[in-house]
């Protein structure tokens, strides 16, 4: 997993306004300082151009944009038709820069490529060491506006407009928001005094926010002690419906031994959408119900993780989850002989369920169970109960519909049985007063 987070453009619930340093700003340079005089007479290594280097005093007396990017990144590629037309239109007045620690192979190949072509006059630093110290950062795209030689601003690239250019470059007021980056070395918010104290060991740890938290990333990440021992989780700007599936996973795999899928989760809410966020079609959404979640527990209590934050968010989420039976409408597995017809030949693993066609080669039926049980246009929920515990080889058309699935399946003497069964299950409901 890389440190460093692609960020796509959104419209933020939470920010923090300017006037403040972002973590970067911390280690290094405060919003209003100048920048060093190394920052003009470094000659940096350049790609896409006729030079092989530049040296940023030739632009001194312009509005300097540093953009970071990377070519694995979809939010950078994203930006850079707005980055060539913004330099275009602004030529004498602005420099935007890419800046990419990415070797001079990487981004040759991608400035050689039929999308990396379109920008024939964009050149990039590259194996950028200096300015990436210069300006720490923990997430890319990001922004560093230089204006009279100072540090200007940190924002992300979607407030990298026309608008704001002009506001920075009259002297205007700048509608710029300082863009706060967190570092997720740390628990989240807790304070850098904490480890001043030598003799003081973090027995438990919980934060909860709603809001959208900008520039951290979207996603999740572990906590595990010296030992290894998984001890405390991290979720950010996620919604609370993938937390309780992250918690559901790990909670069904110890309890049932089971695989967990949406088809284990009922959800009992009178407005599903503040669970699950309506993603626009560009697939952003406006972060109002996006959370950020971190909680951490001694070692010696690792194996009760997943029920404590299930409890820790049941006191402040506004809903109760809960595992309990329920009956609900399952398709059995079952054997119809005792003929063995699908021990494996051996050979090479492999599983395409549910795709056409789908084939278990040398592995177990389960395999087929867990796919059947995932993003399919079947809702039924499937159970195994052949008991067949060797590796198999088996192959259908398809998984299309549960007729000609039942029909394919007979070959191997299988069948579906369709049956309402008590299974455990994840209920989601409203919290009551």
């Known amino acids: 997993m890389k440190n460093i987070f692609c960020r796509g453009f959104m419209s933020f619930a939470f920010t923090i306004v300017a006037a403040t340093t972002s973590y970067a700003q911390n280690r290094s340079l405060k919003i209003g300082d100048l920048l060093p005089e190394s920052f003009w007479t470094t000659p940096f290594p350049v790609v896409n151009h006729s030079q092989k280097t530049i040296y940023l005093s030739e632009d001194k007396n312009k509005l300097i944009l540093i953009h970071f990017w990377s070519t694995w990144c979809s939010a950078c590629l994203m930006s850079l038709p707005k980055i060539e037309t913004l330099q275009q239109k602004f030529e004498n007045k602005v420099k935007i820069l890419p800046v990419s620690s990415q070797d001079k192979a990487a981004l040759e190949k991608f400035f050689t490529s039929s999308n990396g072509k ?3 006059s964009m050149r990039s630093i590259y194996e950028d060491k200096k300015l990436h110290n210069l300006f720490p950062h923990a997430g ?3 922004i ?10 940190t924002t992300d690239a979607g407030q990298l407009t026309e608008q704001t250019i002009n506001e920075v470059l009259s002297g205007d007021k700048s509608s710029l928001q300082t ?5 997720r070395e740390r628990p989240l918010m807790l304070s850098e005094d904490y480890d001043r104290q030598r003799n003081v060991q973090l027995l438990n740890y919980s934060f909860f926010a709603k809001g959208q938290i900008p520039d951290i990333g979207a996603g999740g990440t572990y906590r595990k002690t010296a030992s290894g021992k998984i001890h405390g989780r991290q979720f950010t700007n996620l919604s ?6 992250a918690i559901g996973f790990e909670l ?9 899928t949406e088809k284990r989760m009922i959800i ?15 697939g952003s959404n406006d972060g109002a119900n996006l959370y950020n979640y971190e909680f951490i527990i001694p070692e010696q209590k690792s194996s009760s993780l997943y029920n404590y934050m299930l409890e820790d968010l049941n006191r402040y989420s506004g809903y109760t989850v809960t595992l309990e039976k329920r009956p609900v409408k399952c398709f059995v597995l079952v054997r119809t002989s005792k003929k063995d017809k699908l021990t494996t030949k051996g050979g090479e693993k492999r599983s395409t369920f549910p795709r056409t066609p789908s084939i278990l080669r040398n592995v177990p039926l389960k395999n087929m169970v867990n796919m059947l049980n995932g993003e399919i246009n079947i809702k039924e929920l499937f159970i195994d109960q052949t008991g067949y515990t060797g590796n198999v080889d088996l192959e259908v058309s398809g998984v299309k519909d549960i007729a000609t699935l039942k029909k394919e399946l007979q070959k191997y003497d299988l069948d579906l049985i369709p049956e309402e069964r008590d299974v455990l299950m994840m209920v ?3 919290q009551q007063n």
């Open 118 to 120: 379109k920008y024939k």
């Open 140 to 142: 890319v795209p990001f």
């Open 144 to 153: 560093i506006w230089i204006k009279d030689g100072k540090l200007f601003n």
């Open 179 to 183: 863009i706060i980056q967190i570092n």
């Open 240 to 245: 609370l419906w993938d937390m309780y599936y």
């Open 252 to 260: 069904f795999r110890q309890q049932e031994k089971a695989s967990f």
């Open 268 to 282: 009992e809410v009178k407005e599903p959408e503040q669970l699950m966020p309506i993603e626009k079609a560009d």
């Open 428 to 430: 989601i409901k409203d």
